[in-house]
């Protein structure tokens, strides 16, 4: 269904567009003071931090304009927008998504990484023997505690209950062993060049 605001200069969403596409690019503004409050709520509702949604604003418009020609007439000019202003939220949420820190999907991130910036061919067995051999030097209950996390999946919540440490503790924990861990297998690799 084809919208056709008319403002108070007597102007359609339709007329100002033919406007532009004609090279009155003068014209865009009308349609930028139109809905540029609809457009800033439409993302001030949804992020934390206004000033993020009047950047996206202003990114939304850009776009828009550089794609007017697109535009499908028969469509709503303020639905385009929003659903320009929805992709660039979407966008923007992924970019600044937080990433937990102690987790188990951190652990497999780093060792994924690790491993396509270090492992090559004929060095994964060595790799494999550095982490047995320093597993081994662990303590029992550091061995456990890994164990019970990251190959048995039980959760942080269930560990700081069954050995009544607070959540930072835990997460504290399991990061120094991790540190440990890899501080012993870089000590054996430097050892073995």
């Not at 949420?93 to 990433?99: D, F, I, L």
Request: glycine share 4%; proline share 1%; aromatic share 6%.
């Amino acid at each position: 269904m084809k919208e056709n605001i008319i403002s108070l200069d007597g102007k359609s969403d339709g007329s100002i567009i033919d406007d532009i596409l004609q090279g009155n690019v003068a014209a865009y503004s009308l349609l930028v003071e139109r809905y540029q409050s609809a457009v800033r709520a439409f993302l001030v509702i949804r992020l934390n931090t206004p000033h993020e949604a009047e950047d996206l604003a202003q990114e939304t418009f850009i776009i828009a304009f550089k794609k007017i020609a697109e535009f499908n007439s028969e469509s709503s000019f303020l639905a385009w927008l929003r659903g320009i202003a929805a992709y660039l939220l979407k966008n923007h949420q992924r970019k600044h998504r937080a990433v937990a820190l102690g987790s188990a999907d951190e652990l497999e991130h780093l060792i994924n990484q690790h491993i396509d910036e270090n492992i090559h061919e004929g060095v994964e067995l060595d790799m494999f023997d550095n982490l047995t051999i320093c597993l081994e030097k662990l303590s029992e209950k550091m061995r456990n505690l890994l164990t019970e996390h990251y190959t048995l999946g039980v959760s942080l919540a269930e560990l700081c209950r069954k050995y009544e440490d607070k959540h930072s503790t835990m997460t504290m924990r399991l990061f120094r062993i991790r540190q440990s861990l890899k501080t012993c297998i870089d000590k054996r690799i430097q050892q073995q060049r």
